[in-house]
């Protein structure tokens, strides 16, 4: 079948965004839409200009026998600035003030366009990074960890409280949480991970750092190297943060119970990228 130009575009188009950071073999385009290699440089070299214009990413471009092209995602920083803002208004609300000074995110975490959002900044900003696998602890994380594996075409892993008969043999470990100074339990299948992953860790919230330090640990037992540490909110005064190099987008930096007020300000994201 014989594709016009402006299919050939939005097909390509489409199957370059459903496949990030895979090395598409010209020959793999050529084949689709029974057209010369040429013509397919030529459209790829489009699509990468307005990629770039608009802020969705880039297309990187391998030499050689066995080379193709590479859809990287990229966030524009004015977009991200924006969207980070948004954020720091809706978790101001002071509704979301729950006992105990606990706020409620469920309505972030829950919804698609804002998960979608984050994923794909964080990713952004471990684009040039090698990861095999990102890794979350269950339950809030995992749509921040689903949606940054989609981005950067890894698998996702979570590590859980309890054992699940589903998941075989697992490793499990104790840890201190860094809030409460208990210790805690986490386990994780011993098939979920290879030896030598590089991970990048995901959490929607962060306030000392003890599960993300918990989760650390347990890569120590897969002998897996940490690659990168992401949150969505960090607190700001945490005491004795166990974690020291993480990337974060949103920190609180106040939950003011009498007068019912959240302060909230940027996190680290663009000091970082």
């Given at each position: 079948?014989?594709?016009?130009?402006?299919?050939?575009?939005?097909?390509?188009?489409?199957?370059?965004?459903?496949?990030?950071?895979?090395?598409?073999?010209?020959?793999?385009?050529?084949?689709?839409?029974?057209?010369?290699?040429?013509?397919?440089?030529?459209?790829?070299?489009?699509?990468?200009?307005?990629?770039?214009?608009?802020?969705?990413?880039?297309?990187?471009?391998?030499?050689?026998?066995?080379?193709?092209?590479?859809?990287?995602?990229?966030?524009?920083?004015?977009?991200a600035l924006l969207f980070i803002r948004e954020l720091c208004d809706l978790m101001t609300d002071p509704g979301r003030i729950l006992p105990g000074g606990y706020l409620f995110m469920n309505d972030i975490l829950g919804n698609p366009a804002i998960v979608q959002k984050v994923g794909r900044m964080i990713a952004s900003a471990y684009v040039n990074t090698a990861i095999d696998v990102v890794m979350t602890v269950a339950t809030k994380g995992i749509p921040l960890a689903y949606a940054v594996g989609s981005y950067l075409n890894v698998p996702v892993v979570i590590v859980r409280r309890d054992s699940l008969v589903t998941e075989g043999p697992t490793v499990s470990i104790n840890y201190v949480s860094g809030s409460s100074k208990r210790i805690q339990t986490m386990v994780l299948s011993k098939r979920s991970l290879a030896e030598g992953s590089n991970v990048l860790i995901i959490d929607d919230f962060m306030k000392a750092g003890g599960t993300v330090n918990g989760m650390v640990s347990m890569l120590e037992e897969f002998r897996a190297n940490v690659a990168g540490i992401a949150v969505l909110v960090e607190a700001e005064q945490a005491d004795e943060r166990l974690v020291d190099n993480y990337l974060s987008l949103i920190k609180l930096s106040e939950v003011d119970l009498k007068q019912k007020q959240i302060k909230v300000i940027e996190g680290n994201y663009f000091q970082n990228n």
């Amino acid at each position: 079948m014989k594709f016009r130009r402006s299919e050939r575009l939005i097909d390509m188009t489409d199957y370059l965004l459903a496949h990030p950071r895979q090395l598409v073999p010209l020959t793999v385009f050529a084949e689709r839409y029974s057209s010369a290699k040429s013509s397919i440089s030529e459209d790829l070299a489009i699509i990468k200009e307005v990629f770039e214009e608009r802020g969705i990413g880039t297309l990187q471009t391998v030499a050689g026998a066995a080379g193709g092209v590479k859809f990287q995602v990229q966030v524009n920083k004015e977009e991200a600035l924006l969207f980070i803002r948004e954020l720091c208004d809706l978790m101001t609300d002071p509704g979301r003030i729950l006992p105990g000074g606990y706020l409620f995110m469920n309505d972030i975490l829950g919804n698609p366009a804002i998960v979608q959002k984050v994923g794909r900044m964080i990713a952004s900003a471990y684009v040039n990074t090698a990861i095999d696998v990102v890794m979350t602890v269950a339950t809030k994380g995992i749509p921040l960890a689903y949606a940054v594996g989609s981005y950067l075409n890894v698998p996702v892993v979570i590590v859980r409280r309890d054992s699940l008969v589903t998941e075989g043999p697992t490793v499990s470990i104790n840890y201190v949480s860094g809030s409460s100074k208990r210790i805690q339990t986490m386990v994780l299948s011993k098939r979920s991970l290879a030896e030598g992953s590089n991970v990048l860790i995901i959490d929607d919230f962060m306030k000392a750092g003890g599960t993300v330090n918990g989760m650390v640990s347990m890569l120590e037992e897969f002998r897996a190297n940490v690659a990168g540490i992401a949150v969505l909110v960090e607190a700001e005064q945490a005491d004795e943060r166990l974690v020291d190099n993480y990337l974060s987008l949103i920190k609180l930096s106040e939950v003011d119970l009498k007068q019912k007020q959240i302060k909230v300000i940027e996190g680290n994201y663009f000091q970082n990228n």
